[in-house]
């Protein structure tokens, strides 16, 4: 599957849906869409406005992941920027699927051992 980092792209820049959509010339609903993952297609000039206005390559956007590969994505929260909890595909965690987030994720996430001290 292709995944779609803009939503990593504008944090790292510090930059808003708002600025985006100005800098691209795409509809605030647009770039919310791409933003979020939910397109199934973009198109070759837009994704290269997206690279213009994020100073960015196409591969800092667009990232191939093997289909049910579930990969640990960071999720980016608020203006700020920063990394404010871990969802893969839409996982949410809760108490029931805690240890999975600790047992499974966090290793991926750091590159190593993780012990969740259970």
């Known amino acids: 599957m292709i995944v779609i ?10 930059m808003s849906v708002t600025e985006l959509t ?3 010339g795409l509809t605030m609903a647009n770039v919310s869409l791409i933003k979020n993952g939910k397109v199934k297609a973009i198109r070759i000039s837009t994704l ?3 690279c213009e206005a994020l100073a960015c390559q196409p591969g800092d956007i667009l990232e191939y992941r093997p289909t049910g590969e579930m990969a640990a994505a960071p999720v980016y929260g608020g203006s700020s920027g920063e ?5 893969a595909h839409g996982f949410t965690p ?3 699927n805690g240890s999975y987030i600790l047992d499974t994720l966090m290793p991926m996430i750091l590159g ?4 969740s001290g259970r």
């Open 5 to 14: 980092n803009v939503d990593v792209m504008m944090a790292k820049r510090k």
């Open 22 to 24: 100005e800098r691209v």
């Open 48 to 50: 290269e406005k997206l």
């Open 83 to 87: 990394i404010s909890t871990v969802q």
């Open 94 to 96: 809760s108490s029931e």
């Open 112 to 115: 190593g051992t993780w012990e």
